[in-house]
């Protein structure tokens, strides 16, 4: 496409498509999947989401960055996107919570950015053509190797048989304490600790445990590759499997039979989201698939069977559960109201469930917090 008088950035993508455009964050050069992300608000907290390892990330909202970054909204230590596209440079923040610039945030971060791109010309090249592998380089004196970018996009592994979830996860078990942010004090200690909880972090978004923390659960994260034996040695109440990023058939290799082994050996609740959501459909026998684009954005409608319910919810997931493999006894709770895809399981007859959206996210704005309420339910339930 026609390149900027002065371009400063470019992404590249394996079919030879080449975009110009402006750099900001940190210079040089990454390569990974694009997808695109239709919320509106959030940028931080989408680049901090360890789900986004090895993507590159388009915004189709124009507006990111105008209001600044700050120290509250990560959602783990530092971004885990490979790199943010946009349409519009970002603006300086205008917001009461800005502590940082978001070029200033992305280049303190080793993260490369751009701008000034035609985002709706991008977002039409994925969903026709699938979530394309990309190299997106920022030299602020413009010298770029088209040819090369191509070849690196090309040359791309890709995140099918992936496991991503061992980059991201904690090096070592932790507690956590810290419940949903609140006017005004921000974000306050736990001060009711009613069941103990082993989180499975295979990418686990902070706001996930916070939640967790709010509805009472006295939570305790172990690595994604925690086995039976380590996760049963906490004597938990109940068991929740995170979100994360990746092939979930790779991250299965050792998660599922840790899963399979709950399952079969307690009778404890288990809940899963996203990564989790497949961990513990997988673990029932049934089959994920990666899909065209995935779905990326905070405007996402499901529907609850049991309820009969819509929910608004915030999504990101390249791969989903195959709703076709699921075997007798596991019942589809919830579903996509864009594609009809699976977005939610339970066991028949169990404590035991798993969502693909987000419910610690805030898109509708609460519809689904309820899924952590029924977690301490069901925990009660079974203490009583």
């Known amino acids: 496409m026609h390149a900027p008088a002065h371009p400063t950035a470019c992404l590249a993508l394996a079919n ?4 110009f455009g402006t750099g900001f964050g940190a210079t040089g050069q990454t390569t990974a999947e694009l997808c695109f992300n239709t919320a509106m608000t959030g940028y931080q907290e989408i680049m ?21 970054t700050n120290p509250d909204d990560d959602e783990t230590g530092d971004p885990v996107a490979a790199g943010m596209v946009v349409k519009w440079m970002p603006t300086e923040p205008s917001n009461w919570r800005a502590a940082q610039r978001l070029g200033d945030w992305l280049a303190a971060r080793g993260r490369i950015a751009m701008g000034g791109v035609d985002t709706r010309r991008l977002t039409r090249e994925i969903r026709a053509s699938g979530a394309p592998h990309v190299a997106l380089a920022h030299d602020p004196e413009g010298n770029f190797d088209t040819e090369a970018l191509v070849a690196a996009a090309r040359g791309f592994a890709g995140l099918t048989g992936m496991d991503l979830a061992k980059e991201v996860t904690c090096a070592q078990s932790y507690r956590w304490n810290e419940m949903r942010w609140a006017w005004p004090e921000g974000y306050k200690p736990q001060t009711e600790l009613r069941h103990k909880v082993v989180a499975v972090d295979y990418g686990a978004k902070r706001n996930i ?3 967790l923390a709010s509805a009472g659960c006295d939570v305790t994260v172990l690595p994604a590759t925690a086995s039976f034996d380590e996760v049963m040695a906490h004597e938990p109440d109940g068991v929740f499997l995170s979100n994360g990023p990746g092939d979930p058939a790779a991250t299965g290799a050792y998660a599922v039979p840790m899963i399979r082994d709950v399952l079969d050996k307690t009778d404890l609740p288990v809940f899963g989201i996203c990564l989790g959501h497949q961990m513990l459909a997988l673990a029932l026998g049934a089959q994920t698939v990666k899909m065209n684009h995935g779905h990326h954005g905070a405007n996402h409608p499901v529907k ?15 791969f989903a559960v195959d709703a076709q493999t699921l075997p007798e006894g596991v019942v589809e709770t919830h579903t996509s ?39 301490a339910q069901a925990m009660d339930d079974r203490a009583a």
């Open 16 to 19: 030879g498509t080449v975009f």
């Open 304 to 318: 609850d069977h049991d309820t009969g319910k819509v929910e608004i919810t915030s999504m990101n997931h390249g």
């Open 48 to 68: 901090t989401d360890p789900s986004y390892a090895g993507q590159v990330v388009t915004f189709t909202f124009p507006h990111v960055g105008n209001v600044g």
């Open 337 to 375: 109201l864009f594609d009809g895809s699976n977005c939610g399981i339970r066991i028949d007859g169990r404590p035991v469930w798993s969502v693909q959206h987000h419910p610690e996210a805030s898109p509708g704005p609460q519809d689904s917090y309820y899924l952590f309420e029924r977690f």
């Open 209 to 211: 445990l916070r939640c």
